[in-house]
Structure formats: structure tokens, C-alpha cells
């Protein structure tokens, strides 16, 4: 069962057709709805010759992103005017939407369809943007609440008229293209009276009488806000035009105090009270992970400080027992020393670097320690790397390897081994090492490794794992695993 749940919302989270699916839904919907046919069949009937004669969108949007990869840029965008801009004219040319519906209930099963396909692709292009573009982003912080539902207010309008459009018997589907777009003026003008109130609810009975004098008061304000208000709101929609000639408002028949023109705005701002409690739970709750984003961006900041102070202790006394023994690889030591050492000061402070560069900083570091230790050392590195540009967080893996040298290779008395492997997949990434021990030890522990596990939980929570384990009495494993998708 968990398994099943897992496709599905990976098909959700991955995939656009269903988005258009919901189109056809909607539209095979309207058309029982019209021929008041309210059965099974019927409805499942539209749903599938929806879905064979618009196939093809179906296809595009099931196969987009192999064809984004495969096809040139012009063949990419002019496939996608086809689908989304030619295709719902094409069929009504070709006279295809009388296989959905006869008469004119076909020209609106097409015609919803293609709007509906239309208005979704714009708005998956439009996220697309603002998840990838950062201008997106900073632009949309511009925008105020009160600008986006006015926003969202005109182009419901828009929605609604060009809906009006496409069904039969409606004035709007008779008239010119002048009229058409004056009723969307005019749906626009009864939606913003109504916001009116939504603001009235949301600004200040909320906001103040509910904050400032309770349940009590609110309630009373609520209801003094209908009472007060609804009869200025229905004089006002009485006057236009389109309300004297289509049904499209109860103020058609001119009764200004009658309960239906109170019962609108009433349950308008009933049911905008969990929206509006749902925004400011959704502002705060931004400013607390705000919050929580920038402690742990501070404290991640801090660790990585504290890597060098780690690192130069350790190369210090590797240096300082050279120089005892006056060895002759003293300065290549010191040369192979301020590469490392330049590696973490420069691109340890980096919020990534390139898999290959850490992979030679590895290497440095244990040529470096073979230099120092003068011990016959069985090593091995397998990669398995599929991208070396592929970006890593630095310093990730050379703890590992210095507690393999530190309670392992160094403390033996005769030769030992250190076996490393990396492997990169797609959006996983595994590093292992093990190395001999010549007596049972205590799990390592100390600062470095403090350091690793709580850079990991900041890094990458729950998308890592860090095991250790100890095979036989000579061989000691760790192992680090890494989703980076």
C-alpha cells in the first residue's frame, strides 16, 4: 500500500497530464449538466472521447520533458503552439467536435477544453518561472495580498465571460466581441463590491475587533458589516447594464433589500474566515522557518570554522614529526601542506565545490600521511563517478579518512590497509572506508566526527545516513550515503 502511495504522489509531483485531465473532467461535467443527463455512463462516455481527441496535448504534456531534451528549440516551441494554440481551432475546422457532442454543445466541449488547457499551460510556465528565477521571486514580494486577489479577481472575470462565451443560449455567446468585453468590466465591477466586504472582515474585524475586543464584538461587527453594507452593495450592482439584461446577478429583478443580496455577501465572508486565518498561519509560519533557516545557516557557518582549527592541528604535528626526524621529504611535506591547506581555507568556506576537487584533496591528504608515516600501506580509491562537476558540500569525506589514519593506520605496529569507495548515481552518492585495526577500539568519537554528523543533519536531513561498523577484529568500516536529489 505504501508502495502504491508513493507512485502516486510521485506521478503528482512529477507529471503535468494530470492538470489536463482535470480539463476534460470539467468539461465532460458541463456537458451533462446541459443535456441534464446525470448518469455514470453518460459522464464516463465525455471523459474518454475527451481524452482520444485531445490526445495529443495529453501526450505533449506526458512526454514534455524528453521532448524539451530531444527536440531543437524551435521544434519545441512551434510543437507547443500547435498543441495549445492551433489545435482546439484545428478541431473545430475539421469539424472533429461533433464526435464529443452534436450541434453547439461540441463547439463548447472544445472550446472549454482549449481554454482550460491554455490558461493551465500559462500557469505551469508561470510556476516554472517563479521556482527557477529569482527575479520571479523578488518581484512577486512586491506584490501585496490585496494586489493578487485583485489580480486573481480580474482574471476570474476574464474566465467567467469567455466561459459565458462558449455556451449556447447565453447572451454573451451571441454577442460582439465589444460586449464582451464590457460584461467582463462589469463581472469584474460585481466582484470587487463583494471584496469589499472580504477586506472589511479581513483588515478590521479580524485584524482589530477580533484581536482587541473578542468572539463577542466580532460577531456583533460581523453582522452590523452585512446589515449595513448589503443594501450599498445590491444598489450599486443594480445599475449595471448587464444585470438589467442577463440573470447572471438576483439584482435583475431590481429588489434591493431582498434576502438573497445579503445571504451572498454573509456566506462571502463566512467562508473567507478560514482563508484569511490560513494566510496568517502561512506568514507566520514563514517568518518562524525564516528564522529556524537563518540559526541553522549561522550554525553551519560556525562549524565550518571549526574544521580548519581541526585540520591544522592535525597537519601541525604531522610537520612538527618531520621536522624531528629532519627528513628529507621535509619540504615537499610543507609544499604538499599549503595546497591542503589552501583547498580548506578557500573552498571550505564555499556552500559547494565540484566532486573532483574533493576527491584530490583526499588524494593529497593520504599522500601526504604515506609521506609522514613511512609504513607499507595497502591502498586503494575506486570511483564510480558519473559527473565529476557534480556539487558537493567541502570537507565531507576527510574526516572519515583522518579517523581511519588516527585510530587505525597509525597507531599499528606493522602494515595496514585503507580501502576507499565512491560511487555517484543518479542523485545519490556513497563514500566507504575501511581500513585495519590491530586491537578493538571504542567507537571514534571526538571533535571531528561531533562536527560531520551535525553538518550532515543541517545539510541534509533525513537524507543521509552515517554507519559505522566493525567486521571480524582487524577491520573497522564507515560508510556515508547521501541523497542529494
Not at 20 to 39: A, D, K, M, P
Not at 279 to 288: A, D, F, G, L, T
Not at 346 to 354: C, R, S, T
Not at 464 to 477: A, C, K, M, R
Request: proline residues 4%; aromatic residues 14%.
Amino acid at each position: 500500500m505504501n508502495r502504491v502511495v508513493k507512485h502516486i504522489e510521485h506521478f503528482l509531483l512529477s507529471s503535468t497530464i494530470w492538470i489536463f485531465f482535470t480539463g476534460i473532467v470539467f468539461t465532460s461535467i458541463l456537458l451533462s449538466v446541459q443535456e441534464n443527463r446525470h448518469e455514470w455512463p453518460v459522464y464516463l462516455s465525455y471523459i474518454s472521447r475527451g481524452c482520444l481527441l485531445f490526445a495529443p496535448v495529453l501526450a505533449f504534456s506526458g512526454f514534455r520533458q524528453r521532448l524539451r531534451r530531444q527536440l531543437p528549440t524551435i521544434a519545441f516551441v512551434l510543437l507547443w503552439g500547435f498543441c495549445f494554440l492551433a489545435y482546439p481551432y484545428l478541431l473545430e475546422a475539421l469539424g472533429w467536435q461533433e464526435w464529443i457532442a452534436s450541434g453547439a454543445l461540441g463547439k463548447v466541449a472544445v472550446r472549454s477544453t482549449g481554454a482550460w488547457f491554455l490558461i493551465a499551460e500559462l500557469a505551469i510556465l508561470v510556476n516554472h518561472y517563479w521556482l527557477e528565477g529569482k527575479a520571479a521571486r523578488l518581484w512577486a514580494r512586491k506584490v501585496s495580498l490585496e494586489k493578487g486577489i485583485l489580480l486573481f479577481t480580474a482574471l476570474f472575470a476574464v474566465f467567467y465571460a469567455g466561459l459565458g462565451f462558449t455556451i449556447p443560449g447565453n447572451p454573451m455567446g451571441e454577442a460582439s466581441p465589444l460586449t464582451v468585453i464590457s460584461y467582463t468590466l462589469q463581472i469584474f465591477i460585481i466582484l470587487l463590491i463583494y471584496y469589499c466586504f472580504y477586506w472589511i472582515n479581513h483588515y478590521f474585524l479580524i485584524n482589530k475587533m477580533l484581536k482587541q475586543k473578542g468572539v463577542i464584538f466580532y460577531g456583533f461587527g460581523f453582522i452590523a458589516a452585512v446589515l449595513l453594507f448589503y443594501p450599498v452593495a445590491a444598489q450599486l450592482i443594480s445599475w449595471l447594464p448587464m444585470v438589467r439584461q442577463t440573470d447572471i446577478h438576483p439584482m435583475n429583478n431590481g429588489l434591493i433589500f431582498e434576502e438573497i443580496n445579503a445571504l451572498v455577501p454573509f456566506f462571502g465572508m463566512l467562508f473567507s474566515i478560514p482563508f484569511i486565518l490560513a494566510i496568517k498561519w502561512y506568514r507566520q509560519n514563514n517568518e518562524i522557518t525564516a528564522l529556524a533557516r537563518e540559526r541553522s545557516e549561522a550554525e553551519l557557518k560556525l562549524l565550518k570554522q571549526q574544521v580548519n582549527p581541526h585540520f591544522f592541528f592535525n597537519t601541525l604535528n604531522n610537520l612538527y614529526a618531520l621536522s624531528l626526524t629532519q627528513d628529507r621529504q621535509t619540504p615537499e611535506v610543507i609544499l604538499q601542506l599549503s595546497e591542503l591547506m589552501r583547498y580548506v581555507i578557500y573552498k571550505g568556506k564555499e556552500g559547494h565545490v565540484p566532486l573532483a576537487e574533493e576527491v584530490k584533496y583526499i588524494e593529497d591528504y593520504i599522500h601526504l600521511q604515506r609521506i609522514r608515516l613511512h609504513k607499507r600501506l595497502d591502498f586503494r580509491f575506486e570511483k564510480d563517478i558519473t559527473d565529476e562537476k557534480l556539487p558537493i558540500p567541502p570537507l565531507l569525506f576527510i574526516t572519515l579518512v583522518e579517523n581511519a589514519f588516527k585510530h587505525g593506520i597509525e597507531p599499528a605496529e606493522g602494515a595496514g590497509f585503507l580501502h576507499l569507495r565512491l560511487e555517484s548515481g543518479a542523485g545519490d552518492l556513497l563514500f566507504s572506508c575501511k581500513n585495519s585495526v590491530e586491537e578493538r577500539v571504542a567507537e571514534p568519537g571526538g571533535f571531528g566526527l561531533a562536527n560531520l554528523k551535525r553538518r550532515l543533519e543541517l545539510l541534509f536531513p533525513e537524507r543521509h545516513e552515517l554507519t559505522t561498523e566493525e567486521q571480524g577484529q582487524n577491520t573497522y568500516t564507515a560508510t556515508l550515503k547521501l541523497n542529494l536529489s
